[in-house]
């Protein structure tokens, strides 16, 4: 029998996902003693025992995002905003811009983040020319949503030290350039990308503001842990790094970026609230830029050729040569780490599959964990290898609710569309798959992410893969117990069990009771941490 407890909370449903629901819990030591019946559980009030009430809400095990970037949400969400969430017209784009623009200092970089030719209709294509009509002087790079491609004029060209002779970099990055050789201002992939990274201003006080506010973000939308997917953070804000993450209510596991110098870190390194333990790669790109790597083209539709600028019998390409990837892979497995590696292709996945399957038959591991991330056009064979290996997947599935009529009629084709994102498909395999949201790519919000895998609904009414839909239990795993797992944090988190941390997410109404179609209407009333009620940090 527990002891007595610090707190109790009832009054309301809860849901601890690894059992049956009950109707309270008590949390002793930030840690959840009991969970049961009312009765059982207001046995262990003591004097002092704070009792909380939910007042019919429901309490559920604190939401996960196991694949996210804490650190380029930080960073991109303090750009200017040219989203397709933000704005519906071409017009109101180019007039953020041009505002923006119009307040820089002579010779100030200008930083927009979410161009988004899906969402904004009739975005047509972007280079240096368009954007040299709007910004002579500054120089201005513009980002995807998707996060692989930007958009730069010549002013940036000019001060990254980049002209037509600049040979593209190693490690799949791209700087596109026109029949006749010369640049368009087009860069693709992170190696690319990375040059005019350089010019963004890294001052600490703005960047430890930022990053306290992208946790918040999390906070707001129920996520009480999180992966941090291939962090950027160099060597000089890693010290700030740790500091704002120790003070915030989000823990978070470390997955750091695999062209990152790993210095004397090991996996493992730091505690639950922060903890070392993996390594990102990306072996393939986006469907949006045309580096997914495709065992069959791209569609040769106007959105691919004409926006896009993906060119006719395309299948992408991959960012590592195979026996690179070898090395790399066997270097990690020698030295202990996860390995999270970015496929979204179907040729992408098996390449890297059998990459894997390799090393890990050269070098057994019990429970190594490594992941497939992303996974929109795994195919069932290599799911069922996958589990066989131990390889988890987790699933971006919000490309189905924003991207999938565009996907289907214009990008993949409808065959590849109708096993798009194959939730369904990796449990009858096995898995134990997750959802995310690959923040700053899309919001965080494990609660959306639920009502897609569940319903296969797009953003217009549409259903794409129906087939792969999941029941809302599932998908509540997805987001809990099975997204700690994947982090490596299963035995402190992830469900309402005596010994776990009390980390809690409250919801207005129970998700499993009320009909998928309304989920976006639940309201997030708020998260625990270590049995305390959360609150917005103090900005650093």
Known sequence: MAGIADTIITGGTVVPVAGPRAEAVAIAAGRVAAVGSRDDVLALRGPRTEIADLRGATLLPGLIEPHTHPDLSAQMYAWVDVSGFAHATVAEVERQLRAAIAAARPGEWVFAFGLDPMLTPDLGRWDRHRLDGLAPENPVVVMLQSMHTVFVNSAALRAAGIDD????????????????????????????????????????????????????????????????????????????????????????????????????????????QLRLRGVKLWYDGSPYSGTMLLDEPYVDSPLCRDTLGIAPRSCGHANFDPDEMFEVLQSLHRDGWQVMTHVQGDRAVREVLDLYQRVLAASPARDHRWRLDHCALISAPDLARAAALGVAVSFHVNHVRYYGPELRDAIIGPERAGHLMPVATALRAGHRPTLHADSPMYPAGPIGLMRTAVTRQTRTGQLIAPAEAITAEQALRAVTIDAAWQLFADHVTGSIEPGKYADFTVLDRNPLDAPPADWDAIEILGTWRAGRATARAASP
Do not use: C, N
């Open 165 to 272: 002779d600049t040979p593209d970099p190693p490690g799949g990055g791209r700087f596109v350039r026109d029949a006749a050789g010369r640049l368009t201002g087009v860069a693709v992939e992170q190696p690319a990308i990375g040059r005019f990274m350089r010019f963004v201003d890294q001052s600490v006080a703005a960047w430890r503001k930022r990053l306290a506010d992208q946790y918040d973000r999390y906070r707001a939308a129920g996520i009480t842990a999180i992966g941090a997917a291939g962090l950027f953070v160099p060597d000089a804000l890693w010290p700030s790094f740790e500091e704002v993450t120790r003070a915030q209510p989000v823990r978070v596991t470390a997955y750091l970026h695999g062209a990152l110098p790993r210095g004397a870190r090991r996996p493992g390194d730091g505690d639950d």
